[in-house]
């Protein structure tokens, strides 16, 4: 791949990681909502994974919406209720894969390994867990920007040893079983939509290209 073709492909995955991310971190008001619909960047996504396109079709259902407005209310409700409870969907990926199904476990150990190998300094001040699914989509981004400012290739290939490793034993292992059980919590189109976006451009992403990065 030529060098020019690389890092527009490191960019692309750059900003779908980005959106990923800011779907879990931040809560969908109009402003938020305004910028994904002007922006265009749902339809730069349309076409690769049956599941991505299916979830691009429902948050297209709310967003270009003339009465986004009305729904705006609804949906910080929403987000509240799924990401931050009483009863929350858990976005943690110790909860998924740990013997005990708790919180700050071996899992969430490991990640933070993985970003301390990566050069980030981990903030113990920070409002959660280092496996949040925000924290872990938003390493992702991280190490897709580092690598398209990569000046070497030992320094490149460095970093996409990370992706891969990263991918296959961590986001693969969890991030389906958190999107499927926030497609059956909610009744939301947006909700559903975010589950089945971020479901299916992981595992296109993995298979089509995170896969091919270790030959």
């Known amino acids: 791949m030529e060098p020019d073709d690389f890092q527009l492909l490191m960019k692309a995955r750059q900003n779908a990681y980005d959106l990923l ?45 003339p009465e986004i407005s009305n729904f705006v209310p609804g949906l910080l409700q929403e987000f509240t209720r799924l ?42 001040g920070k409002p959660f867990p280092d496996d949040h699914i925000g924290a872990e989509l938003e390493f992702v981004f991280y190490l897709c920007q580092k690598a398209a400012q990569a000046e070497d290739a030992k320094t490149r290939d460095a970093l996409l040893e990370m992706q891969y490793r990263f991918f296959r034993e961590h986001l693969v292992a969890w991030v389906p079983l958190l999107c499927d059980r926030l497609y059956e919590e909610t009744e939301s189109p947006y909700f559903k939509g ?19 990065f270790i030959d």
């Open 83 to 124: 990401f931050v409870g009483p009863v929350p969907v858990p976005l943690y990926e110790s909860v998924y894969r740990s013997q005990t199904g708790l919180l700050m476990q071996q899992e969430t150990l490991a990640v933070r390994g993985k970003y301390m190998e990566a050069g980030l300094v981990v903030n113990p």
């Open 21 to 65: 991310r800011c779907f879990f971190l931040q809560e969908p008001a109009e402003p938020f909502l305004v910028a994904l619909k002007n922006e265009n960047i749902l339809n730069n996504l349309i076409g690769y994974h049956k599941e991505l396109d299916e979830g691009i079709k429902l948050i297209s259902s709310v967003i270009f919406s």
């Open 194 to 212: 975010v589950a089945k976006v971020t479901k299916g451009f992981v595992h296109w992403d993995y298979q089509e290209i995170v896969s091919h």
